[in-house]
């Protein structure tokens, strides 16, 4: 299957600026984490809550990021999120955040894992997300 | 008693500022929240995080904060902390933040309540903290 | 005039909340700001960015926050802000927050101070802000 | 020139954890800038502030982290930072995170650009550092 693909739209807050006057570099993974979120409760099959609910946690093990242009305060950035299959215990995110007059702000890659909420063990991908993928 | 009185040092970090070039002003709760945990630490009865480990959890309750000059990128702070004794289930924590210069940024209390980890209920102060305050 | 009142919504992240599971104390002032700037945006008078174009600033000089109930992670919270009339070179504003339960959350109020940005000094609030009062 | 290597230590606070319990993800970028500043004042060639006084500044333009255990509340953790001889208008720096019981938390690297303050174009590396790295 293609990576299922979600825009999600986020708003630069003032204090996720420095004193470049631009977005902090760190702040993108909010947005990252953001929009990963709202790709998944999009797919109508439960949201990150409710998978945590469930007994499944999903740290972050790989972080790949290339920084383009800055994004300024008060900036509408839209997050294309690409989501792929999961792999055995693992899922792998692309994306790539664009502002308002289309240009490349930041893309890149990062991949989760999913462990058991009791154990921090490996586990499989929740049964919502792997019948998402058929 | 008296408060108890403890003195904290944080430096500003960039991701702190924000684009009017001084640290963002909430990012003031983090030394408050960090100098805290530092004074408990500096009474030799126990970290804040033996403290929950032990089953109880500080959520704040109030927080009135003045801020006289702004802080810069790389500042170093000192952070001056008075702890009152606990009352009932609350303790109240004054602050007096000051720059290397010796100007006053910012001063104000937050107050806490102790909260039972399991029922978040209201409970007593733990014991180590009401030995120290006697 | 009575204060303007808007209402703004935020989803809190999880990158938002703490390992007490809830939302952390000084992200509420993430919101606080992003409820300011989106109530000033929808006068009709120009956005917080613009001011900041036109040389004003606004730096926080006192909050005031009770805290009631804790907030969680994928929260919808609304943000009630009601900006009271500028008094000489400071504004007030006044937050009331509720959960989609409608359980208060928070309240309290921020003052700002108007600054030129060249030389910092107090000013009066911007034109568009005054007349919006009128 | 070898890289030049440092050593910083920083504790997690409790605002940087979220509720999985662990220190959220994007959280070690602070801890990376920080330890990357520390590293540049030991040289002995001025701070990252002097930098940027003297009309340099120096976006991220690359981040590749990976992450192997969670780090908790309060734990001090190391961070060696390894600095590579600038290359044009770039510079790299490697990191390894561990932490009090010597477990490997993260590593990875950070690619940063020269760029002038005013016209934002990539520009060498200041004197001193050159200087440092001959």
Redesign the interface.
């Known amino acids: 299957m293609l990576p299922y693909h979600y825009k999600h739209h986020v ?1 630069v ?3 996720e ?6 977005c ?4 993108y ?2 947005y990252l ?2 929009a990963r ?1 709202e790709a998944l409760r999009a797919t109508g099959h439960g ?3 409710d998978m ?1 609910a469930a007994g499944v ?1 999903t ?9 383009h242009h ?1 994004a300024f ?2 900036d509408l950035l839209t997050i294309h999120v690409y989501v792929e299959e999961p792999v055995r215990s693992k899922i792998k995110f692309r994306y790539e955040v664009v502002n308002e007059a289309g240009e490349a702000i930041l893309d ?1 890659i990062t991949e989760l894992a999913f462990i058991t909420a009791d154990t921090h063990q490996p586990c499989r991908p929740p049964l919502a997300l792997r019948t998402f993928f058929k």
């Not at 902090?24 to 702040?27: C, P, V």
């Open positions: 708003r807050r003032y204090a600026t420095d004193k470049m006057g631009v902090w570099h760190g702040n993974l909010l984490e953001e979120g949201s990150y809550a945590e946690m740290p972050i093990v790989k972080i790949n990021l290339n920084y800055s305060y008060d890149g």
